[in-house]
């Protein structure tokens, strides 16, 4: 049940209107497009995933980060397979590099121990450490006392694969709907009335079910229909990262150190034309931005513990990402949260909040979860 009607400023009817166009939102329409006629997409930006889906390094993860157990490992793990079957599949641009996790001391070993079992019981397959002479063998210029090697660690090119979920949505009949902003969410008996403005004239869409997929603006999106997110946990931290692009390749595969702090640290990842990038590093933030205000001394000195050749490389400022994270500065880990709300009297609504990274990766198997949950819980 969809109505032809795309022009701002008329009703139009909708079985799941899902806000949020970046690799997420898109993959999600994409998968319940399989099985659901009337899936609209909404996205705020003139064009699909102009913000975090974008603005990161690009990565394939293998899984080892995360806790067993939690979402982002499953996820992640799951969603490490199923994009490298869409891209051999579709001919979509990637290259399964493997990667390595460097300690630069003997005192670092352990977290790299520690990791490879993490890893293992997420179901990565094919993790081994690596003595200093193994990685030096690998990457020449590193100098590290050993590595873990992860083997199905690979790059993507993020627009072309937001480009396949795209035209399988269309394809599928999704209406996709870029400059569109949902400004107004309000619970109806047997749906939702979801208002905004569409490339300057308002609209007016009534779905039976929404999906949150907004990305930096989830907790905005959730509160419109007056959940109240500080008291959920659903409140988001802008957690920014900037990146500079090397003059040219110290390295071949994407090199992390061992994590401390906020984030995994800076690590060195290269792009599918040959250039290598540095970063992010990890700051929070009031509000989102992708200027580079990072000085170049900060990922000169992260880099040059396990690259000390980095003083013969010029360092040129590239771009920067947001993170919508759920936990502030200083906390503990956080999971995605993907959850059908029927509990707090929204039915038919389901929630992800805090999807940062891994979602690039986990973005097929993110939406294989929301279908499941859509199929479940909200048609039945």
């Not at 293998?62 to 982002?72: D, E, M, R």
């Not at 008291?231 to 802008?238: C, F, S």
């Not at 401390?260 to 250039?275: K, S, V």
Request: hydrophobic residues 35%; charged residues 30%.
């Amino acid at each position: 049940m969809v109505s032809a009607l795309r022009v701002p400023g008329e009703r139009m009817e909708a079985e799941v209107a899902v806000i949020g166009g970046g690799v997420v939102g898109l993959a999600v329409a994409a998968k319940l497009s399989e099985g659901t006629e009337g899936v609209f997409l909404l996205e705020r930006r003139e064009r699909f995933g102009l913000e975090t889906s974008t603005h990161n390094s690009g990565v394939i993860h293998s899984g080892i980060h995360y806790p067993p157990g939690s979402l982002k490992a499953r996820l992640c793990v799951r969603g490490n397979a199923l994009i490298y079957q869409i891209c051999e599949r579709y001919r979509i641009s990637h290259r399964r590099t493997g990667k390595l996790t460097v300690a630069v001391g003997e005192e670092e070993m352990g977290e790299l121990e520690r990791l490879r079992r993490q890893g293992e019981e997420n179901g990565v397959e094919g993790l081994r450490i690596l003595e200093g002479r193994e990685v030096r063998e690998l990457e020449p210029r590193l100098r590290v006392e050993g590595a873990l090697c992860s083997p199905s660690t690979g790059i993507v090119e993020p627009d072309e694969l937001m480009g396949y979920f795209r035209a399988r949505a269309s394809e599928r009949g999704a209406v996709l709907m870029a400059g569109t902003e949902v400004t107004g969410l309000r619970r109806l008996e047997g749906g939702y009335e979801v208002r905004g403005i569409s490339w300057g004239e308002r609209f007016l869409l009534r779905a039976r079910s929404v999906v949150n997929c907004a990305g930096l603006e989830a907790d905005r999106v959730a509160s419109l229909l007056g959940m109240r997110v500080e008291e959920l946990g659903y409140r988001l931290h802008y957690c920014k990262g900037d990146y500079f692009r090397f003059d040219r390749p110290p390295v071949r595969m994407p090199v992390y150190p061992v994590p401390r702090g906020e984030g995994l640290g800076i690590h060195l990842t290269p792009d599918l034309g040959g250039a290598v990038r540095a970063g992010p590093n990890a700051y929070y933030v009031d509000r989102p931005s992708c200027t580079v205000e990072s000085d170049e001394r900060e990922f000169r000195e992260a880099i040059g513990r396990f690259l000390p050749s980095v003083s013969e490389y010029r360092l040129i400022p590239e771009f920067a990402g947001v993170r919508p994270k759920l936990q502030g500065p200083g906390e503990g880990f956080r999971d995605f949260v993907i959850r059908h709300e029927e509990d707090r009297g929204l039915p038919g609504f389901i929630n992800l909040i805090g999807i940062e990274s891994p979602g690039l990766t986990a973005s097929p198997a993110i939406a294989e979860l929301v279908a499941e949950i859509y199929d479940r819980e909200v048609r039945g």
